[in-house]
């Protein structure tokens, strides 16, 4: 694997603690799992294909990262389950969980059969649940630790994936929810929301939207897309101790995206119902 950046962390930052990182063999989990065992942290990367894990484990194993994997589809309960324990048999605790895990494809609203919806809802939102809750019964509620969600931008919408636009925003409520009804067992909810991050991900699009992703550019006001260690870097902000007064916030990692311009461009056209008012005129006269 390319060799990472120097970590702006202190070294041994995370010394005997323990992550279970899901979508963790490749992608923004794989760079999550990275930092996280570059600053002494023993990891558990779950995810649906076991030859991506063994890689990953493999890569990790090169550069002394401590790493065991358990093959985990976040949508079945008994696999979730599964994982922590095997986060929890094989070290003895769990101290951070980050649900990385996910799924979209680029659609119309209008498109999307049942199918579809159903199959995002249950991986983005149901999966992250049963991760968290699973996590909780299994240690955190006696031990404490801290959660991190990755979702997306989607405070404007999603217009174009509405599908995962909706998960992530349920999981952005989820977040909130955790943090305060946990919080007396001294756990830490918090989200990440990544912008348009160039990665791994990009390559299993089509090229009309890898055009399309690549476009986003103009629409961002750092002019350029995020990097995977970007958000990694947020992930573990938010899991060290440098946040422990930070608990039911999501993150914007996105160089200012959210708060600029469109993501979704809308035909001209004269169909909207008008109730009352004067005709505004189109231009001054």
Not at 132 to 139: F, G, K, L
Not at 171 to 179: G, I, R
Not at 211 to 228: C, H, S, W, Y
């Amino acid at each position: 694997m390319p060799t990472p950046p120097e970590s702006i962390f202190r070294p041994g930052l995370f010394d005997g603690r323990v992550a279970l990182i899901t979508g963790g063999g490749s992608g923004i989990g794989k760079a999550i799992g990275l930092e996280l065992g570059r600053l002494g942290c023993r990891l558990v990367l779950a995810a649906r294909k076991q030859e991506r894990l063994d890689a990953t484990v493999a890569a990790f194993a090169e550069q002394g990262i401590e790493a065991t994997s358990t093959v985990c589809n976040i949508r079945h309960e008994d696999q979730v389950a599964a994982a922590v324990k095997t986060a929890v048999d094989t070290y003895g605790r769990l101290d951070f969980l980050v649900n990385n895990a996910g799924g979209q494809f680029p659609s119309p609203a209008g498109h999307i059969r049942t199918k579809g919806w159903n199959a995002v809802i249950e991986t983005n939102l149901t999966g992250t649940f049963l991760m968290a809750r699973e996590a909780y019964n299994a240690w955190m509620e006696q031990h404490g630790g801290a959660i991190v969600n990755i979702i997306a931008d989607v405070q404007r919408g999603f217009p174009g994936m509405a599908h995962t636009g909706a998960a992530r925003a349920g999981v952005d409520n989820l977040t909130k929810s955790l943090a305060i009804e946990w919080a007396h067992n001294g756990i830490r909810v918090n989200a990440v929301a990544p912008g348009i991050i160039f990665g791994s991900g990009y390559e299993n699009y089509d090229p009309f939207f890898q055009q399309v992703f690549l476009d986003m550019r103009k629409n961002i006001p750092a002019q350029r897309l995020g990097t995977e260690e970007e958000v990694a870097n947020s992930v573990v902000f938010l899991l060290s101790p440098a946040a422990a007064f930070i608990s039911g916030q999501t993150l914007g990692v996105d160089g200012a995206g959210s708060l600029w311009r469109v993501n979704w461009e809308v035909p001209e056209h004269d169909n909207m119902p008008r109730f009352g008012g004067v005709e505004v005129p189109e231009s001054p006269s």
